[in-house]
């Protein structure tokens, strides 16, 4: 069982800010999060053949990506590092290689630790690879066993020394592939807000549990498998794949689903990817990492300051290793990171944080309406319609879109947030088909079923319970 | 917070997306292209506004004075050719497009049933998404507008070993064959296709596509073309489908993507 959110950790939206979560955390070698300073983390990908060899491989990770990293840390004057390792699948397939990498981060983050006294922490974001095909759950995909993987990765990187352990979960992707190409909340709604929910809940409860018995943080999830993939298709101002409406509104959905790691026992800070992380953070109180501007080496969103407002540790989302004029890859990234977090971290010391949170903020208000509504003053209120109607994982999802679309349409009727004549048709009719569906979760789920039997043919019940 | 209602935003941010606006809708650009035949212009328009309820019994009753492949190609190609056009303009997006092609596809269905043998495609191309990679939504993008195009998708799915891979090509003997993949780590795969694909003696293209992929990568091995977004992958299987090698694919990659 867990313990769902049905009120609020923030009574006002103003008291949210950059650095400060109500429920702050340590681990690592010194790292303090949500307690007053701004962590910056670096992500990063090996370069391609590297994953020939368990040797070859660790040394890409440990002896160049983390040590490049933590030196350039030490070199220009930051106080703490996070590194976040998200593993590729071979990590998960290849018998050692998920370990090996694991132990020698921990090691080579021990080692600069006691050299230079800098706070070290290293996050394992394992990969879920279960197929909807397959089936979800343990027992049920005979060809690959990937639920079966996706625990032993977990127990993998614990027993080895990961400090933070986190996921992007694909629970509900079938459907969050289906509504993103054919612009369908409802099916959105089913898959991420409701199967991604139960998805959830089963395996975070599992993750919980392994990071108990290793003392290992439970960071949290993203809905990168579904919002994600909508913002990215949604993409810049002259992108014209999916509406930036359609990804808003589906960003506040998948806030409902992601805060269920939290109820499970997960203590942030959650997975920078997750865009919804300011809506999480008003209701749970728990520390959010975010990725926006200094994120530019993976993908370019339209909220590049904007994400900043009230994160507690800033990402750049991964780069791929290789030289730069400047230094490595990581190295390079890492700069501009590290020293946003200053900043940041300036104003907090200055008494001056929330300033900079407004600054942040505007800057990116009316550039599209996914902004507009992640937004901390608009994100809160999305985040208190999920509280409202908390005990449900269908009503609360469903609550959060139909916030967020009438928040961009009246911002939208004020002057302050302009939309086309699409985005605005889009969210219009976005609010009639949420409107239109049923109250009562079980006859959802049998309205769902029966309109998506033919179009999401690898959905299977089971692999949610059913 | 302080007080923002005054803000002049155009100051800080320049909304192109509405700047750029097309004011055309699609009835004014569709009257220009639409068939004139009324049978045809029905066929057409049913695609071209999405009306799947409509097809079925659209394409019986044409099937009653045209012939199956004026059908097709006069009628539900056409309507899907004014489709891309209004993808193009910005007036149509993605799930316009989904629909459109599914509308589409139950037409040509129907009415390929009619024609002794089967319809001919343009060719056959492979698809898939590398190993060890379950991110598919692209190349399921690219796989309908190749299908639009007129192409026949031999559709492997995602996560699919290299020795599938050349097992399908093989088999199928595709115009090309094309993998995408997200990860660094996982686009090796397609490198490890190629190779596998020259030492059975098979010289046909092998496009790699996807997040992590970009044109150096996919130029780095022998066979590898690239294709940056799904919308390119029609006009380059054009050109192989014209006989162009993988090599000549490359020299002229920017020209080709460019829409010429």
Redesign the interface.
Known sequence: MTTKYTKMAYDN??DMVFGHAKKPISYGLGIKVGAGRVIPEINY???????KSVER?TKEYVDYISKDAITRAVTLGFPDLQLETEW???MG?VKGMGASIVAGQKAITEKMHDEYGINLAVRHTIPD?R?A?QGLRLGMDSK?SYPEKFIECCETACENGTDVLCVES?GGKEFA?YA?????ITAFLFGVGYLGSIDMEKIWTEMVSICKKNKTIAGGDTNCSGAN?SMF?AGG??D?????TFSAVTRAISAARTMVAMECGATGPDKDCGYEGPIIKSITGKPAAQEGKNCQCAHADIQGNLMAQCADVWSNESV?YHPEFGGSSVQCWLGPLGYECSLMNTAIVTGQA??LR?LY???????GPEGYILAY?NAWKIGKKIAENGNDYYLRAKAAGLAAANIIIEGNSKKEL??????LDVVKKIVKDLEALPDDTDKFYEYCEKKYKDEVPNFKPKSYGF | ??D?SK?D?SF??K????A??NNDTPEAIASKMLPKDPVLNKLASVVLYMKLKEIIPTVNEALKTKKPLEIINNGLVAGMEIVSVL?AK?IY???EI??AAKVMEVGISIAEKQIPGGRETKGKVVMHAAE???HD?GK??AAVMMRSSGFTVVDL???VAVDEVVAAVKKEKPLFVSGTAL??????AM?DGAAKLQAEGIDIPYMAAGG?VNRD?AESFDLGIYSEKAPQTPPIAEKILKGYDWKKVREEWDSIVGGQ
């Open positions: 939206a103003d990908a090996p370069r391609p053949g590297t994953e491989i590729v699948s071979q397939t690879q197929e095909e690959f694909v592939d993103v190409l054919n612009g369908d993939v298709m101002l002259l014209n794949d999916v509406q930036r791929e929330k300033i407004d903020m505007t800057s990116d208000r009316t550039r003053d302009p939309l086309t004549r699409k985005q | 917070m302080f923002i803000i935003y800080i941010l909304r192109y997306d509405i750029a606006e993808y910005h997006y993605l799930p989904m629909m060890g990679d379950p939504i399921n993008i799915g995602k996560d990860m660094t780590t996982t686009m090796t490198k992590a990568f």
